[in-house]
């Protein structure tokens, strides 16, 4: 009776969630939204974090301090070295790979405008990362301006299916 009853609280709490998933080719992805930017909106990224040459654009967002229950807006060689590896096991052919930040505040001066960005007049916190208090969030966003969006700690996997996806 226990396990039913657990299966029961399991299945009703999953069904609840507001993370969505689909299957493409078999395989589960795992994403909060999806959908198409508008024209301007599209040419706003691509003038304001420099995303000239490549298909696909992906963004690990930090949002802001009042958002997370720790200091998530650091860059230190302990954060690369994770991103690092991270992407490492990613198939990131034709991709930008970038990092905003929603408080620059005490990082101000490792802000590169190549890698690292503010997040310009709070663009991608009021259009994308707002709906979802988290601490992470990821936008993975084709040239087109379809894209996948993942508020929240994301995996390895998450990150490759939506490449995966958006690369079709």
């Not at 589960?28 to 490549?54: A, C, H, P, R």
């Not at 070295?81 to 505040?105: A, R």
């Not at 936008?139 to 490449?163: E, M, T």
Request: net charge positive; glycine share 2%.
């Amino acid at each position: 009776m226990k396990k039913i009853l657990i299966g029961l609280i399991i299945i009703t709490f999953y069904n609840c969630s507001t993370t969505k998933t689909t299957n493409s080719l078999n395989t589960e992805i795992v994403y909060d939204y999806s959908g198409k930017v508008d024209n301007e909106q599209l040419i706003y990224i691509q003038k304001n974090y420099k995303w000239e040459t490549n298909d696909i654009l992906i963004i690990n967002f930090d949002q802001p301090l009042s958002s997370c229950h720790f200091k998530n807006n650091r860059i230190n060689k302990t954060t690369k070295t994770f991103y690092e590896d991270f992407y490492s096991k990613i198939n990131t052919d034709n991709c930008s790979n970038i990092f905003v930040l929603s408080n620059i505040e005490k990082v101000k001066k490792k802000i590169d405008n190549k890698k690292y960005f503010d997040d310009k007049d709070d663009f991608l916190l009021k259009n994308f990362f707002h709906r979802k208090k988290t601490c992470f969030g990821v936008l993975v966003i084709r040239l087109d301006g379809y894209y996948i969006q993942y508020n929240g700690h994301y995996s390895k996997r998450q990150v490759a299916k939506f490449i995966e996806n958006l690369k079709v």
